[in-house]
């Protein structure tokens, strides 16, 4: 076994070498291909290899009149943590890539991302959205916005687009990523309508599916809109009880809205409601719709946020490639360099919106969210987007 | 303030009623074999998977027969689920419970089984169905009747009102019928029913028919009221089932019923007057109050029998 991950190893490093004399850029890919998220790596690898394919038929990269391949290796995380932290170690020290795209989830990103930093390599998450995926790490970017961000887009977007004055939140307490959505969302719309605007802040714990008693406080609540940042599989019960319960006012949600088979389970109770997510496939247009036209053509499905997100991040480093001065071939050197071009990023125009990195502080892009309005047909489309003050 | 607790008294009768509805299929078991039936909770999650596929196949969305209003798709979906649910339990009765009865074993290795049969069954769905979520349909829209502030449903009264229906119905088979008192004969002396001329295998049979049958009814209300089916939806809930009918006074079908509900209750106050973390804590130590002081629950009485 060892002797021939040793003997694999030694195959890959005598590749990459004449690789690089060949004038190309090699970027890592931290991505689940097994486990629970097997969609999220498939999603993934599809919109590297798009992209791959086209910049490469173009002739490749042009980085002051010279042109460069693009080369992509995939390492599998398996979605695991620790997988992850060794594939990330891998594409660093035995690949010598120039930077790693991924991990796609915080769970995966959060070690990843300890891992690139010291080892001084570029790293960005496309789909990470937990604060602590980049704090403190100058080498570790991302591509989407963060939940402490989507709080206060909801609480504007409820605000504006519903008028409202009063707002209820039903969340379950026992999961991380809603709670801190909910606190998130309270303190932004009290900050615009003022203390005591959230008049209804209810609770429940993981795998209930009574939320009677929550909803009649919400009802009498006098609240103009209801947001709950739940999952695909909570969010039909909250809905459909909150109708039950003379509840019928505008529900809003999260991100975590469009995973899975939300239509599915909800059906005409969910449309013509509203969550903010990061892209919108139905009803885009430009750029956004290009992209989405040519996946669809190539694999045949939608491609989904993580699809967009990805080819995003791509973008965004490559960007920074073009940016980074030349190529010396001396890793840590080039790392360094494509780390300060990243960082100064200014108004990088991508398919899921416009990217901005702070120069000072941790690197989050600071980008536009997209409201997405389910339609009568049942499809995520764009509503509009709310961008950040 | 009245009119949240006007409705939430209905929410609590409502929720009260699965607990009660599943609280009744232990205690028939129980009553008879002294066994808990742990398997209950998950035969309650197949009778909700049965009834969805019962009205699939009578909505015509395997193309198997024409599609069918949604009234009568229910009318048709309470017997057929309750029956085939029926099936499933006697079919765990036949093939791990008697088997091990004849054997004479002692009553904790069936205990044991009992809860293996019920994490065979959720790991089956899982295997066999995936572990995706499956969305019960419509059958009839959902009307809200708005009284002075309070809002019901009918589904909500439909529920309420079987919850209510299978207790006198279960109470009445077990009091007043043949039947019933050869299950309280063999719940009494299991070794001295048989030499009296009672078959106390089809007894035995015949309760967990009854048994079963409810926790498909439960199962089918269930799915009706939160339309979406997951391989462990009867896991807690079959667990705290099992502890209102423990409250209640386990054995007894006027404590199973009142334990289930006496749970609902609490939980739907507690959540709706007070933080939701705060509800199984609360729940359970009231319930743990009412054990220390009533160690058989509400209804129960002491058993002096020596078995």
Known sequence: MKKSLLGALALVLLTALPAFAADSIKLGFNIPMTGDIPDVGESSKNSA???????????????????YTLEFVYEDNESKAESALSAARKLITQDKVLGIIGPQSSKQAVPAGEASNELKAPMISPWSTNPNTTKGRPFVFRGCFLDTFQGPVAAKFATEEFGAKKAAVIYDIASDYPKGLAEDFKAAFEKINGPGSVVAFETFTTKDVDFSAQ??????????????????????????????MGFNKPVLGSDSWGSGDLMGLCGDDCKGLFFVTHYAAAGAKGKTKEFIDEYTKLYNKTPDDVA??????????????????????????????????????KDFDGITGQMSFNPEGDHDPVKCAVVVKIDDAGKFGFYKSVCPN | MLQSFIQNIFNALQW?????????????????????NFAHGDIFMVGAYIAFYVCMLFLGKFGIIPGMPGWLVLALAVPLTMM?????????????????????????????????????????????????RRSFPTLIPTTVYNIAGVNITNVKLGVILVAVLAFFFLRFVVVKTKIGM???????????????????????VFTFVLGSGFAGLAGLLFAVTYPVLDPYMGALIGWKAFIAAVVGGIG??????????????????VVAFFPSTLRDLIAFTILLLILSVKPTGLFGVARRTKI
């Open chain 1, 49 to 67: 290899e798009m992209l791959k394919k086209k910049i490469n038929d173009a002739g490749g990269l042009d980085i002051g009149g010279k042109k």
């Open chain 1, 215 to 244: 909803l009649t406080n919400i009802a009498k609540s006098g609240a103009d809109v209801l947001f709950t940042p739940q999952y695909y599989n909570e969010v039909p019960l909250i809905v459909k009880q909150a109708k039950s």
């Open chain 1, 308 to 345: 967009a997100l990805t080819w995003d991040s791509i973008n965004l480093m490559l960007d920074g490639v073009k940016r980074m001065g030349p190529i010396t071939g001396d890793m840590e050197k080039d790392r360094d360099a494509l780390r300060k071009a990243m960082t100064s990023t």
């Open chain 2, 16 to 36: 009260g009623s699965f607990y009660s509805l599943i609280a009744l299929g232990y205690c028939l078991v129980y009553g008879v074999l002294l066994l808990i």
């Open chain 2, 84 to 132: 085939l649910t029926a099936v499933v339990g006697v079919t765990l009765e036949r093939v791990a419970y008697r088997p091990l009865r004849r054997k004479g074993v002692n009553r904790l290795y069936v205990v044991i089984t009992a809860l293996m049969c019920g994490l065979i069954l959720e790991h089956a769905n899982l295997a066999l169905l995936g572990a995706s």
């Open chain 2, 182 to 204: 050869a299950m309280r004969a063999i719940s009494y002396d299991r070794f001295a029913v048989p030499l009296m001329g009672i078959p106390a295998d089809s007894v035995i």
């Open chain 2, 252 to 269: 007894s079908i006027r404590g199973a019923f009142a334990g289930g509900f006496l749970l609902g209750f609490v939980e739907i106050m």
